[in-house]
């Protein structure tokens, strides 16, 4: 028996009728962009997270990008992001015309560390881009301290965190704005690509409105210069029929975690995910260092264990960032996580069967 790093297709075996009832609906009302599906969607969606909007698009790299546009970032300015994270939270900076500027995270941590933020604001620092990665929510309330003290915005990147919640209110549901993706993997995803920006400042939410379609309310009436980074209908409609289901899948994959935290437990060489006291992360992936995670990878790989690396070059050594110029040594966090992360298979559909065989499967290899 094989466990799959994570099987896109159990969700939506356990939701086959509704949706079918989905296809049926948006293929016999004929509308396919920002129609019923989508305006329904995005005010589920922003009950769901506490906000007063929710704007879906075409991508959660959209979501970011288009966020930072609407909050005036551009050209010239500066934006704090983390220098372990996957690459669209820098190419959202990027598309904008700003720079980003790494920042490390703390020593038994994987998000930005606050310590650390406050060396790296200029006169041209404009936001702090936090990522809530792999689930777990960064730690807000230093972020926006500084971010008060130096009249910054911050804006999140919750892509990996949906129905996250940091001291007990959900990710989106604070005064942020707040980019989330539904890349078919993450937690809530869809059948394709998708995005929303969730906030509760209404000119914010305005201006995304009128750059994801064309600088546009009304037809042919064109106000700023926007672009095409609308949501379609149909997956509007998957994403409205999965989110009564977000909690339960997400309580299951804490179930999972809350199985290999305990299982995993004091193994020599392998580190853990840590979870803050103020955190309730919905473990998007499970993340384990060890010192040569590739022997580990290899040998779980041959007992028919699927695994992942979220992620393997850190994005200041991609050459999409070699005009940077920051050398190897340059972010030892980022470098060395680069190197020791594991992603054990998380998803709400793995059997207790699954979980035993990861478990064994990972004792064997380190305890041989
Ligand atoms: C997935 C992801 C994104 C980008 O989302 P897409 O929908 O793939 O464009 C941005 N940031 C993080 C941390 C992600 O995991």
Not at 28 to 56: I, K, N, Q, W
Not at 169 to 188: C, D, E, H, I, Q
Not at 197 to 219: C, H, I, M
Not at 222 to 240: C, K
């Amino acid at each position: 028996m094989n466990v799959p790093f994570y099987d896109l297709r159990a969700a939506h075996a356990e939701l086959r009728d509704r949706l079918d009832d989905v296809h049926r609906r948006v293929m016999d009302s004929g509308c396919f962009l920002l129609g019923p599906e989508t305006e329904a969607f995005e005010d589920e969606f922003a009950a769901y997270c506490g906000a007063r909007h929710c704007v879906t698009v075409s991508t959660g790299l959209d979501a970011l990008t288009l966020a930072l546009t609407a909050a005036g970032i551009g050209p010239g300015d500066e934006v704090i992001v983390p220098s372990h994270t996957f690459i669209a939270t820098w190419l959202s900076v990027s598309a904008t015309g700003a720079r980003p500027v790494p920042v490390e995270p703390g020593p038994t941590d994987v998000n930005l560390d606050p310590a650390r933020i406050e060396a790296a604001v200029t006169a041209r620092t404009r936001a702090i881009l936090p990522v809530h990665l792999y689930g777990h929510p960064a730690d807000l309330e230093p972020i926006e301290d500084i971010a008060t003290r130096h009249g910054l915005l911050v804006i999140e990147d919750a892509a990996q965190a949906h129905g996250a919640r940091h001291r007990g209110r959900r990710v989106g549901g604070g005064a942020n704005t707040v980019a989330f993706s539904f890349y078919p993997g993450k937690n809530l995803g869809a059948t394709g690509d998708g995005g929303a920006v969730v906030t509760s400042d209404a000119q914010l939410a305005e201006r995304v409105r009128l750059l994801r379609n064309y600088g546009s309310a009304v037809k042919y009436q064109h106000d700023i210069r926007g672009g095409n980074h609308r949501l379609d209908e149909y997956r509007a409609g998957v994403l409205r029929a999965k989110l009564p289901e977000l909690d339960a899948w997400n309580a299951r994959r804490a179930v999972v975690a809350g199985r290999y935290l305990r299982d995993l437990d004091g193994i020599d060489g392998l580190e853990l995910p840590a979870v803050a006291s103020w955190a309730d992360p919905v473990w998007h992936l499970f993340v384990v260092r060890v010192a040569d995670r590739d022997t580990l990878r290899k040998a779980l790989t041959a007992d028919g264990i699927e695994t992942g690396v979220h992620y393997p070059v850190p994005v200041h050594r991609t050459g999409a960032y070699a005009d940077l110029g920051l050398p190897a040594g340059s972010l030892p966090r980022a470098e060395a996580l680069s190197q020791q992360v594991l992603s054990l298979p998380m998803g709400p559909h793995l059997s207790d069967t699954q979980i035993d065989r990861v478990v064994t499967g990972v004792r064997a290899a380190l305890m041989a």
